[in-house]
């Protein structure tokens, strides 16, 4: 149980072009998704917070006209970064928390993204 | 704020033995969860083990066990019997129950395990 699924595994796009993520939840109904960026060889750093149906919470220095996250069912959160750019390039992970269970996240295999 | 602080950023361990990895954290919250997670060369965050600070008993999952002290704010997870399939980052992290629900991770230790 707890699996969490993302789409795609790998993207490349050009400069100046969007790129959709998905995140889904394939077990059970994820009331708080998580969106994560991770750089080479560091730390996971939390982007922002979605809860279904209400708007989404960024980190500070995220920028959320640029990462775009949608939480439109208990199973489905989307990251759409805007205008992609090279610096935009990364590893993005989510990870959902079970409604009524929120204190474990369970993670995405996550989404190798390069931009040209 | 909440931190979470791995002093060890490489561990080694030979295959079959036993390691332990540290982690130490900070929070103001009394109640809260503790969490290891691996992370294999396949990227893909998998959930070790997990402990409840309410919970004295230590936490322990086949080969994995934590040592938690909470007056000391100590997490230090031990791996048994050591297999190549460990080998991975180990990131410890902290959420607390005070609504946020946000997972505060520290740096990572990559352990390698030698044949």
């Known amino acids: 149980g707890a699996v969490v699924s993302q789409h795609p595994s790998r993207v490349i796009c050009k400069s100046g072009t969007s790129v959709k993520i998905e995140c889904r939840s394939l077990d059970f109904q994820a009331t708080t998704m998580f969106w994560y960026r991770q750089f080479p060889k560091q730390s996971l750093m939390l982007m922002a917070t979605?809860?279904?149906?209400?708007?989404?919470?960024?980190e500070q220095g995220v920028e959320k006209d640029k990462f775009l996250i949608n939480h439109a069912s208990l199973t489905l959160s989307t990251l759409t970064v805007t205008s992609a750019h090279p610096e935009d390039s990364s590893f993005y992970i989510c990870?959902?928390?079970?409604?009524?269970?929120?204190?474990?996240?369970?993670f995405g295999p996550g989404t190798r993204l390069t931009v040209l | 704020a909440q931190t979470v602080t791995q002093s060890q950023p490489e561990m080694s361990v030979q295959e079959a033995e036993t390691v332990t990895l540290s982690c130490t954290y900070d929070?103001?919250?009394?109640?809260?969860?503790l969490f290891w997670y691996k992370q294999p060369p396949s990227r893909q965050m998998i959930l070790v083990i997990r402990q409840e600070a309410y919970k004295q008993q230590n936490a322990t999952e086949n080969r994995f066990s934590v040592n938690f002290q909470k007056a000391a704010k100590s997490f230090s997870l031990k791996i048994s019997d050591s297999q190549l399939g460990d080998a991975a980052m180990y990131f410890c992290?902290?959420?607390?129950?005070?609504?946020?629900?946000?997972?505060?991770f520290g740096k990572g230790t990559k352990l390698t395990v030698n044949p």
């Open positions: 929070t103001s919250e009394s109640d809260y969860y």
């Open positions: 990870s959902a928390s079970s409604t009524g269970r929120v204190d474990t996240q369970y």
């Open positions: 979605s809860n279904e149906g209400s708007k989404a919470t960024y």
């Open positions: 992290a902290h959420v607390g129950q005070g609504g946020s629900e946000k997972l505060v």
